[in-house]
């Protein structure tokens, strides 16, 4: 499985970003892909996922209700819509792929993505 992370950029504080992640093959109903995101010098940090059958959601607690994941599974493609951005939202942000669902892809992803940059300036 291949990801290719895109849509990073640099964007003011209070404005809007969409970022995508296509998967290379077709991801099966019983895997989750999600969004994790590295700030300089801190650790990798979980921000969403989605089981890619049923479409459950699960957010981080700093982006919740401004971040919003979602898919297109006739794209093999998932979405982080990004709303309200803040200057601590600047990091490099990395899609994943996980075959046990979004529970294993919060311990450890199987498969990782490139990472795209979203630099938010205040």
């Known amino acids: 499985v291949q990801l290719q992370a895109s849509g990073g950029g640099l964007v003011q504080a209070g404005d809007s970003l969409r970022l995508s992640c296509a998967a290379s093959g077709r991801p099966l109903s019983s895997h989750a892909l999600g969004w994790f995101r590295q700030a300089p010098g801190k650790q990798r940090e979980f921000v969403a996922a989605i089981m890619w059958g049923a479409g459950w959601t699960s957010t981080g607690d700093s982006v919740k209700g401004r971040f919003t994941i979602s898919r297109d599974t006739a794209k093999s493609t998932v979405y982080l819509e990004m709303n309200s951005l803040k200057p601590e939202d600047t990091a490099i942000y990395y899609c994943?792929?996980?075959?046990?669902?979004?529970?294993?892809?919060?311990?450890?992803?199987?498969?990782w993505g490139q990472g795209t940059l979203v630099t938010v300036s205040s």
């Open positions: 994943a792929l996980d075959r046990r669902g979004v529970s294993g892809l919060k311990t450890g992803p199987d498969y």
